[in-house]
Structures are given as C-alpha cells and as structure tokens.
C-alpha cells in the first residue's frame, strides 16, 4: 500500500524510524510571519470588568459590577443544588422551560424568545447579524462600552450620538442615522449613568428609525424600574419587526455567576439569531436557576425595594456635599454615577474608597474621567462609602 512519500510511510515493527527529510532552513521573513488580524479588530479596547481587589491584589467589597448586593434568593439557590444531579449531559438546547417561563411571566410567545450567555452574547450576535464593513452602529454617549466592541468586532463603524446631560437624546440619536445605519443600541435604564427614557421618548425614537434598521432596546436593570416606570419595549417588540429587546438574570435576579440573559423579538429577527447564537449556551445549572428566580416575585421585589431606599440615601448624601463639587446623577437602577468637579478628583476617591475596603467602578475609559459609578450595597455598606467621601471631599 502506498501511503504517501518516504517520509510518511509506515515503518515496520520494531525496526528503526525511517529518516525524515531534512528540514529547510526559515528565513528570517517567515520566522517573523504570523496570523494577522482584522484591522478593526486591532481598534477594539477589551471590555474591563469591575474590580475585586486593589493594585497589590487587597480583596475589596465588589461595589463595581452593579451584582445584588443581597444574593442570591433560596429559590434559586435550591434549584441550583437540584439540578447538579446531571452534570454529565449537555443542557436542553432549545431551553424550553426557561423560554416558556419567560413568557407566562411577561406575557410573551415562548417561540419568539432567544437566550445567550448574559445578554452581552444576544448584544454581539444582534451586531454581527445587521451590520458589518461599511455600515453604521449608532449609540449614545456614556453608552455601555459592549457597544462599541460589538460594532468593531464585525468590521461596522460605532458612531457616537451627544447625550443631554448625561441622559438619552433621542433628538441627537435621530439626527445621527445616515443610510449607512443598521443597528442602533439603546440601554434603558442607562449603563453607565443610571438615566432612564420615558416610554413617549423610547416610541420616538423607535418612530423616526428606519424600518431597516435594528433597534436593540437593552434592559438589563428593567426590572429596578416601577410599574409605572416601564419604557413598554417588551409592547413595542410585540407589534414591531425591527425591535429587539435584551435583559439579564444577573442584576436583580443575582445570577451573575451563571451568565443567562434573554431576549425579545419579531419571529424573523429571533430565527436570523439563532444562525449564529451558540450552540448549548445556557447550562443545566443557569436553566434551572433562571426558571426558579423569575417565579421567585417574593426576592425581586424585596430587593427593588432594598435597593431604591438605599439608592436615595445615598443620592441625598451626596447632595449635601454638592459644595464640594460632588453631584449624583439621577438614576433608575441598582448605582449612582457620581460625578466629581471640585477639588476631590474621582480618581482619588476611587483610591480612598479602595482604602476602606471598597471596588468602585473609575470611568477615564468611557469619556467619564470624573464619574465614579458606585453599585447600591446594603445600608450598612452605604452608610461607610457616604462617610468616606464626605471627609474625603471636605478634607480635599
């Protein structure tokens, strides 16, 4: 049998290797070559998570990462145990009860409901689906930085529409849709600022857009917001055949370990995202700890409730050291963008809180080199970062 040349061949049993071919010298060129990458990718600043520890690896009370301060409620935490049972076997990869209990809860279609790995996977796929080399992806200033990578990462150019102190412009956002424009990204509540659209502004905007155009209406801390709060987008999604709204299971639910997030959408859209959504990307695990946690009404709304009492406290802290140049923006989720134009610098204050023990979330990165974004945390833990920056801003 003939297996090829001489130097592939088999050699008989126990005898000697046969001798390979000798080797031609690399030249200096080839030693230097290597994989060479996109030129957008080249563009992208990897995504930054929120610190732990400091500098010189000191643990830190994570007040960076916007996690639920309280945990995670029983329910969720037994259904995790259950379902460790079967760690053997790949997860339902059509994760049908999860869709289903998604839906009896929102009032949704099951079949129109697509799942990810948080909603940061739904918010690529949505990029990489609808936009690509030479189109647009639009968003807001002080927008969420996934944003960006998601638009670079497929070769489209991010263009940046003006915020109106520190909030949406729906105005600014409309007047920045050129005929390059594919997807434009909106979170609502807003990340990192706090702001939040009204429903009459979401409708707007969805009103001036072009039916081409893929509006991806984020709402990973909708469920912070009051009844009367709701931007209605999961409405909006209902009717309409270019919306597509994202949420997650790791703000309130307090899955942020489990990564699983959702999302809403026409029939067509959901099927083109699927195509591209990866296969078995929600587990066992994160199935069965999702499904408990959106039954679990009891934990949702006591820590809404937790959160919007502390989240005021503060607020109104920080507004009594508005002489020290010291401003909270207002804000509908689980933190404060606090901002700093008097002598303390964020920076410092960063470092002072790191002092007490505290991760806070710096923003230099996202245009907000005076932003300090300070997740909620229990009273307790509130009540330490309030005295802190109040010696630090009157110390400074």
Same mark, same amino acid.
Request: aromatic share 6%; net charge negative.
């Given at each position: 049998m003939n297996f090829g040349t001489a130097h592939h061949r088999l050699a008989p049993a126990g005898a000697l290797p046969l001798p390979r071919k000798p080797l031609k010298p690399r030249t200096m060129t080839e030693i230097a070559a290597k994989p060479a990458p996109k030129d957008w990718i080249l563009g992208i600043h990897a995504y930054v998570p929120g610190k732990s520890a400091t500098d010189d690896g000191r643990p830190?009370?994570?007040?960076?990462?916007?996690e639920n301060p309280l945990g995670t409620g029983q329910a969720a935490r037994n259904a995790v145990i259950a379902a460790t049972a079967d760690l053997a076997t790949?997860?339902?990869?059509?994760?049908?009860?999860?869709?289903?209990?998604?839906?009896?809860?929102?009032?949704?279609?099951?079949?129109?409901?697509?799942?990810?790995?948080? !909603?940061?996977?739904?918010?690529?796929?949505?990029? !990489?689906?609808?936009?690509?080399?030479?189109?647009?992806?639009?968003y807001v200033r002080y927008g969420f930085a996934v944003y960006d990578i998601a638009a670079r990462r497929v070769g489209a150019t991010p263009v940046i529409a003006p915020?109106?102190?520190?909030?949406?412009?729906?105005?600014?956002?409309?007047?920045?849709?050129?005929?390059?424009?594919?997807?434009?990204?909106?979170?609502?509540?807003?990340?990192?600022?706090?702001?939040? !659209?009204?429903?009459?502004?979401?409708?707007?905007?969805?009103?001036?857009?072009?039916?081409?155009?893929?509006?991806?209406?984020?709402?990973?801390?909708?469920?912070?917001?009051?009844?009367?709060?709701?931007?209605?987008?999961?409405?909006?999604?209902?009717?309409a055949s270019n919306v597509f709204v994202t949420r997650t299971f790791s703000k309130i639910y307090g899955l942020a370990a489990e990564r699983i997030g959702w999302g809403y959408a026409s029939a067509?859209?959901?099927?083109?995202?699927?195509?591209?959504?990866?296969?078995?990307?929600?587990?066992?695990?994160?199935?069965?700890?999702?499904?408990?946690?959106?039954?679990?009404k009891q934990w949702v709304d006591h820590s809404r409730a937790e959160n919007a009492q502390q989240r005021e406290w503060l607020a109104?802290?920080?507004?009594?050291?508005?002489?020290?140049?010291?401003?909270?923006?207002?804000?509908?989720?689980?933190?404060?963008?606090?901002?700093?134009?008097?002598?303390l610098t964020a920076e410092a204050a960063m470092k002072g809180l790191w002092d007490e023990g505290f991760a806070t979330r710096w923003l230099p990165g996202q245009g907000l080199p005076n932003g300090l974004r300070i997740t909620i945390g229990t009273g307790e833990q509130m009540r330490s970062v309030a005295a802190k920056l109040r010696a630090m801003a009157e110390a400074a």
């Open positions: 830190l009370i994570k007040l960076s990462a916007n790949y997860p339902d990869p059509g994760a049908t009860k999860l869709r289903e209990a998604i839906g009896a809860v929102h009032g949704l279609d099951p079949e129109r409901i697509i799942y990810g790995t948080g !909603s940061d996977e739904l918010l690529h796929i949505a990029a !990489s689906a609808y936009a690509g080399p030479g189109d647009e992806v639009l915020d109106k102190d520190y909030a949406t412009d729906v105005d600014a956002l409309l007047a920045a849709v050129t005929e390059r424009t594919k997807v434009v990204f909106l979170a609502n509540p807003n990340n990192p600022t706090g702001t939040l !659209s009204s429903r009459e502004e979401i409708a707007r905007l969805h009103a001036g857009l072009r039916p081409d155009i893929l509006f991806v209406l984020d709402q990973a801390y909708a469920e912070y917001l009051e009844d009367s709060e709701d931007d209605a987008g999961l409405e909006l999604a209902k009717n067509d859209v959901i099927d083109i995202l699927h195509r591209i959504r990866a296969p078995f990307n929600v587990t066992t695990v994160g199935q069965a700890a999702a499904i408990a946690a959106i039954g679990d109104g802290e920080i507004a009594s050291l508005s002489n020290h140049g010291l401003r909270a923006v207002p804000s509908k989720t689980n933190f404060l963008l606090i901002l700093f134009d008097g002598k």
